[in-house]
């Protein structure tokens, strides 16, 4: 092995260990060997950084192989295929959730399926499922559920939702004994979701209670609960020191609008908390402060993606995403607005929004129109964070709107993209990496590499200096998924096969350690 890559691995070591002293100690190793780099929640952490350490890096990565695989038990032949999340790692063991509701419990080492729950409760995702006090919590289409994280055994479980209109398609938040999941309006059974409200639960990890529950948009529905719905949270909340959570709430509903409403005029004003950051008190669900960033939103461009927690030259900060296509910093403490960045293709169309809530339907576009970002573009999947840049996957499809009810949306193999890096201090744009196809997986980071999969079923890591390609490996399948890192393995999967050669399943690449000339520590 090269002298070079041997020094890469000691300096990446070696940051491992200083680290260590500032660690909080949900992620220290119980054995006393230093840091444990477990993906232990859906996003990594709880600030939602989407980072870990570990022995991954750019000389490291081209020494990956397949460690083991395990079949995705739902079926995958309707959208968006059978698997849409982020494993999570817990004292060994990889816990994951497939579109049926499945949840599976793996062996990191070996891939030894543990067991498996089986729920058979389709939702378009994305889910999963997150670990707390010997207890693994998630949710099917309509309940939330605990499960014994030993043996699979159901300790408890709730419907949650009100009516067909309503589902649950979120991974859940955890923190401090308390598990945080929403609602959010559902079109699986056709219809408009009208009369639909998304609801954010906090709830008892060891028990199931409700603590609270909070309406992320009215119960009114802006005067039309025949016909409105909105709010929810697609993706977990994240958790700043004192336990307060922060999340992003999702879009209004009809969008655009109807016939008889066109531009979203059923539901006039900003529609509150719809495309809003919102910072809540943990013990009461009350609100601190929120900043709607898309007021009125008319093209399905959800605020989706999980807030992240980041502290920029002493100042703490928040930062977040989504089918906007913009990247938004805020201030933690008061929610002011310090930076937006737009990403990857706009056409002149981000300020309808404004125009529509204004009521300056004859400055709106004629129909049809074709939009950029579209309603599956923008920024499709949270973000990773490390002391300097945010790193985004940005989906660049278009969408068309032919009448104010349904958009035209090209074949998903036509989609291109873009991994971007910003300044965290600027919003300034460092480097974009280019792909050949959407990435739906959003980013995932550990040390000098950011990671994304794209839709034809390759896993790129990108070196977080240069913007350069350090890696690439062709999945079984395509995948519409992150990956997820815990010590010298990455996880990835290929849930939406789209021919007969196309195989559905969850993938562990593991360093070859026999490979690089270097003994691993016990650690990993």
Same mark, same amino acid.
């Given at each position: 092995?090269?002298? &070079? +890559?041997? #020094?890469?691995?000691?300096?990446?070591?070696? !940051? =491992? $260990?200083? %680290?260590? *002293?500032?660690?909080?100690?949900? /992620?220290?190793?119980?054995?006393?060997?230093?840091?444990?780099?477990?993906?232990?929640?859906?996003?990594?952490?709880?600030?939602?950084?989407?980072?870990?350490?570990?022995?991954?890096?750019?000389?490291?990565?081209?020494?990956?192989?397949?460690?083991?695989?395990?079949?995705? &038990? +739902?079926? #995958?032949?309707?959208?968006?295929?059978?698997? !849409? =999340? $982020?494993? %999570?790692? *817990?004292?060994?063991?990889?816990? /994951?959730?497939?579109?049926?509701?499945?949840?599976?419990?793996?062996?990191?080492?070996?891939?030894?399926?543990?067991?498996?729950?089986?729920?058979?409760?389709?939702?378009?995702?994305?889910?999963?499922?997150?670990?707390?006090?010997?207890?693994?919590?998630?949710?099917?289409?309509?309940?939330?559920?605990?499960?014994?994280?030993?043996?699979?055994?159901?300790?408890?479980?709730?419907?949650?939702?009100?009516?067909?209109?309503?589902?649950?398609?979120?991974?859940?938040?955890?923190?401090?004994?308390?598990?945080?999941?929403?609602?959010?309006?559902?079109?699986?059974?056709?219809?408009?979701?009208?009369?639909?409200?998304?609801?954010?639960?906090?709830?008892?990890?060891?028990?199931?209670?409700?603590?609270?529950?909070?309406?992320?948009?009215?119960?009114?529905?802006?005067?039309?609960?025949?016909?409105?719905?909105?709010?929810?949270?697609?993706?977990?909340?994240?958790?700043?020191?004192?336990?307060?959570?922060?999340?992003?709430?999702?879009?209004?509903?009809?969008?655009?609008?109807?016939?008889?409403?066109?531009?979203?005029?059923?539901?006039?004003?900003?529609?509150?908390?719809?495309?809003?950051?919102?910072?809540?008190?943990?013990?009461?669900?009350?609100?601190?402060?929120?900043?709607?960033?898309?007021?009125?939103?008319?093209?399905?461009?959800?605020?989706?993606?999980?807030?992240?927690?980041?502290?920029?030259?002493?100042?703490?900060?928040?930062?977040?995403?989504?089918?906007?296509?913009?990247?938004?910093?805020?201030?933690?403490?008061?929610?002011?607005?310090?930076?937006?960045?737009?990403?990857?293709?706009?056409?002149?169309?981000?300020?309808?929004?404004?125009?529509?809530?204004?009521?300056?339907?004859?400055?709106?576009?004629?129909?049809?129109?074709?939009?950029?970002?579209?309603?599956?573009?923008?920024?499709?999947?949270?973000?990773?964070?490390?002391?300097?840049?945010?790193?985004?996957?940005?989906?660049?499809?278009?969408?068309?709107?032919?009448?104010?009810?349904?958009?035209?949306?090209?074949?998903?193999?036509?989609?291109?993209?873009?991994?971007?890096?910003?300044?965290?201090?600027?919003?300034?744009?460092?480097?974009?990496?280019?792909?050949?196809?959407?990435?739906?997986?959003?980013?995932?980071?550990?040390?000098?590499?950011?990671?994304?999969?794209?839709?034809?079923?390759?896993?790129?890591?990108?070196?977080?200096?240069?913007?350069?390609?350090?890696?690439?490996?062709?999945?079984?399948?395509?995948?519409?998924?992150?990956?997820?890192?815990?010590?010298?393995?990455?996880?990835?999967?290929?849930?939406?096969?789209?021919?007969?050669?196309?195989?559905?399943?969850?993938?562990?690449?593991?360093?070859?350690?026999?490979?690089?000339?270097?003994?691993?520590?016990?650690?990993?």
């Amino acid at each position: 092995m090269k002298v &070079k +890559a041997v #020094t890469a691995l000691a300096v990446t070591v070696l !940051a =491992t $260990t200083m %680290v260590t *002293a500032s660690a909080s100690a949900e /992620t220290q190793d119980a054995l006393g060997c230093g840091w444990r780099s477990a993906w232990s929640q859906p996003n990594a952490d709880h600030a939602g950084t989407r980072a870990v350490p570990g022995p991954i890096n750019s000389a490291t990565v081209r020494h990956l192989r397949t460690a083991w695989t395990v079949p995705i &038990k +739902a079926p #995958t032949d309707r959208w968006p295929g059978g698997y !849409a =999340t $982020t494993p %999570v790692v *817990a004292n060994g063991v990889v816990y /994951t959730q497939d579109l049926d509701s499945n949840v599976y419990a793996i062996d990191l080492r070996t891939g030894r399926q543990l067991w498996t729950k089986m729920y058979q409760s389709w939702t378009n995702g994305p889910n999963g499922v997150a670990v707390a006090d010997g207890v693994v919590l998630g949710a099917t289409l309509t309940d939330v559920f605990g499960l014994d994280a030993r043996t699979g055994r159901e300790i408890w479980r709730h419907k949650i939702v009100r009516n067909a209109s309503e589902g649950i398609d979120m991974a859940p938040g955890v923190h401090k004994g308390t598990v945080y999941i929403s609602t959010i309006p559902s079109f699986l059974h056709g219809g408009t979701a009208a009369g639909a409200v998304g609801v954010l639960w906090a709830i008892d990890v060891r028990t199931g209670r409700t603590k609270w529950k909070w309406n992320t948009v009215p119960e009114g529905l802006w005067g039309r609960p025949d016909l409105n719905s909105g709010g929810g949270l697609w993706y977990p909340p994240t958790f700043d020191e004192r336990g307060d959570l922060y999340v992003a709430v999702a879009n209004p509903n009809p969008f655009l609008g109807t016939d008889e409403f066109p531009w979203g005029s059923s539901r006039p004003g900003s529609n509150l908390y719809s495309n809003s950051v919102v910072k809540l008190d943990s013990r009461t669900g009350r609100v601190v402060w929120h900043n709607q960033l898309a007021p009125h939103g008319v093209y399905d461009w959800d605020l989706q993606n999980s807030p992240t927690l980041a502290t920029v030259r002493g100042r703490d900060v928040v930062i977040t995403s989504g089918k906007t296509g913009y990247v938004y910093m805020l201030d933690r403490r008061t929610g002011k607005l310090l930076w937006k960045t737009p990403v990857g293709i706009h056409n002149g169309h981000d300020n309808d929004n404004l125009l529509a809530m204004a009521g300056k339907l004859d400055q709106l576009p004629k129909l049809p129109v074709t939009v950029y970002p579209g309603v599956l573009g923008g920024v499709a999947a949270p973000g990773a964070v490390d002391r300097s840049a945010t790193y985004v996957a940005v989906n660049n499809m278009p969408a068309t709107w032919a009448n104010q009810n349904v958009p035209d949306i090209p074949p998903l193999t036509s989609g291109s993209g873009e991994v971007v890096a910003l300044d965290l201090a600027s919003g300034r744009v460092k480097w974009t990496y280019p792909v050949g196809s959407s990435p739906y997986g959003g980013t995932s980071l550990t040390n000098d590499l950011v990671f994304t999969t794209t839709f034809d079923g390759d896993v790129h890591a990108v070196n977080t200096r240069t913007g350069k390609l350090a890696w690439r490996v062709r999945l079984p399948g395509t995948s519409n998924s992150p990956v997820a890192i815990s010590g010298d393995t990455l996880l990835a999967a290929s849930g939406w096969p789209q021919n007969a050669q196309e195989k559905a399943e969850i993938v562990a690449y593991r360093i070859d350690w026999g490979k690089t000339g270097i003994s691993p520590s016990k650690c990993w």
